[in-house]
């Protein structure tokens, strides 16, 4: 062995640093008995050569290796402070970051093209072709000297009246815009007195304004006539009459007729119904109608949108008329979806409490109704549908259910009539019910403490099915209620409200119908305006 670790054929592969003093002669031997001992492999390096200055540069090398091998070059400077070894330290982080610094580079601003001087004959000719406003004087274009033809005259005609156009803007005032377009202060503040009781105009109204002759050459011009749209529905004009301004009123006659669009949903129905000319409310109040009676995923490319909604609109010659140009939107009357030419879903807005009633939504509240439970538990809602950090997870998913906080063991019911499809655990929810209810429409309770009904159990609108508690993925006693449409979680909220809390009486349902036939015989898309 000890032949074999000093074989001169065979030297060590040593890094700079990592020898120990003492244990050198242990590590050779270690290495030499895990190489072969015959045939010896060639010469590879400079080091593993035999050559004499290969030897002595090994020698130099090791020398290095056993005085720098108890040293430390990179000292924490945040312990021993004040030794020798820490000031040794500090001095080799100086000399290490000293070059560096001055290595750093300089950066400076870019000399750009000087600017041509004032009196430079190319910038004079240059400003003599270019064309510059009015309103900045129009010093521009070549100059030529007055001719014979010329005659100086002592003052300058003015026009009898001047037309101007000015907008109201944000924050501002109405007596303050008209002294800025040249009214004298009384005037300004005459029609400001007038125009009080109308309440201030919005940002964005436009004042049509007549200013007339001056009395005295260098006074303010005196109002003569101004015209502006304080409301919707109403015209206001000033005038000046004998000595004083009197204002007059002219109601503008409105549309309501409700607007009916519709169109190709597309990749979008938000886009899809926003481009055909609906205001993003009523988009939104579209698409929670669609969605108390349709999931989003079951709506196709190729289906059509169809939606109503109270419009109100001025009949008056300009359109372009400040706020009020685009006319009103109301609240939103009908939602539908129509696949193939046939209608899928069918919502109206029904009774006082503005919810949307399908027809078949309708009768069965007038038959007495199946609606579900406001709630399946006496509790508050901590977490609503929707996405959510996940209190254990810790990530962001979908919180496909509602979660209600109730004191361990307070009863949970059946949200309605139905059969008990699932009953167990189920992962994450723990103790699991999941009830089917007929019509595409299930209810699912989670982290319940105990289940008391079966796989096959019917159980019956109110019934207590289990008792809530804390099993699964859950921080604390709470009931995680979930409600399926068609196999989708949909917000459970969103159908409580719909056909329960509201009394319909059973003939309502036939004026429901006649009312809706109404709405969809309106001419769709803007062709009634085209009518008129
Ligand atoms: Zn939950």
Redesign the pocket.
Known sequence: MASLGLDPSLPPVRRFGSAVPGQLGARRAALAVAEPAAPPPPPRSLRQSAHPLARRWDAWCCRVEQRWAGRTLAVDLRSAVGTRGWFGGLGRLIALAAPALLCWPTLGPFDGAPLPMAGDPASAEWRAQAIRPFSLGASSGRHFAAGDAVARVDSVPERATITLTATLGENDDVAHMLQRIGLADRDADAVKALTASLGTPLPGTRFDVTLGPRAVVGDPRPLAALAFRPKFDLDVTITRSGGGLVMARQPIPVDTTPLHLTGKVGDSLYRAVRAAGASPDTVQAYLQAVDQYLAFDAILPDDQFELVFAHKRALKAQAADGPWAAGEDGELLYAGIIRDGKPLVQAMRWGNDGNFFTPDALADAAGGGNGLLAAPVAGNIT?WFGMRRHPILGYVRM?S?V?FAAPYGSPIYAVTDGVVEYAGWHGGHGNYVRVAHGGGIDSGY?HMSRIIVGPGNRVARGQVIGYVGSTGLSTGPHL?YELFRNGQPVDPLSIRLVPHHTEVRPEEVAAFRARMRALLALPANGQQLAQR
């Open positions: 977490s919180h259910g979660d989670g995680h």
